[in-house]
């Protein structure tokens, strides 16, 4: 799990925000838990990020580089081919919404993502070890942008129709990056959902 950011637009750690009786970091980890042996997050070296969470903490190998480097990161510390990265501020991600994303790896891709609009969704996304050169030329050259990272890389994506089929609403894309979208987000809680059993 990706939890490197500095939350600037969200004007506090966001990561240790509230959510649901637990540090929003801690949420996203118990929701993960459910489907793979292995979570870990990468980011900062935040210590309380390591109370927050009972799982391996990685540090940004290129600190200050935003999620591309925890990417990076992760893929520098795994031993697995495929390895799925999920934002800290992404707490309604649904199962079905991941496994329809391990359904869509294949062997002659780099990454598996989501895209809505046009608009792939690189914090909610499978990424194979192949694509590690790519990430560090683009680190190394000072270009931080994982959107135009994917645009170097072999790309499978998820299309909307598909990924409602199994979250009509899209709320796995729920995103917290500024205070209003917490709110908003708090609000839809309390509406009826379709997100099924919570975590």
């Given amino acids: 799990m990706l939890a490197g950011g500095r939350s600037q637009r969200f004007q506090a750690d966001k ?3 509230d959510w649901d009786g637990l540090p929003l970091l801690a949420h996203v980890v118990e929701r993960l838990r459910q489907q793979f042996p292995r979570v870990c ?17 990685l540090v940004d190998l ?7 480097a925890g ?5 520098c510390h795994t031993q697995s081919t495929w390895n799925l990265f ?16 391990l359904a869509n790896v294949r062997s002659n891709v780099d990454a598996v993502v989501p895209q809505v609009d046009g608009w792939c969704w690189p914090t909610l996304a499978l990424y194979r070890r192949t694509a590690l050169p790519v990430l560090e030329r683009a680190l190394d050259g000072g270009r931080y942008s994982l ?7 072999r790309v499978k994506t998820v299309s909307e129709t598909r990924l409602r089929c199994v979250d009509p609403r899209l709320v796995s ?27």
Avoid: I
């Fill in 62 to 68: 290129y600190p200050n580089c935003g999620p591309l």
């Fill in 173 to 199: 894309l729920t995103n917290l990056n500024t205070p209003e979208a917490w709110r908003r987000a708090r609000a839809a809680l309390r509406e009826p959902t379709d997100e099924g059993a919570r975590a």
């Fill in 147 to 153: 959107q135009d990272v994917l645009k170097a890389l």
């Fill in 41 to 57: 997050v990468v980011g900062r070296n935040e210590r309380g990020y390591a109370r927050a969470v009972d799982v391996p903490l």
């Fill in 71 to 75: 990417v990076h990161a992760g893929l």
């Fill in 86 to 101: 999920v934002a800290c501020d992404m707490p309604r991600v649904q199962p079905p919404v991941l496994s329809l994303l």
């Fill in 15 to 17: 990561a240790l925000q």
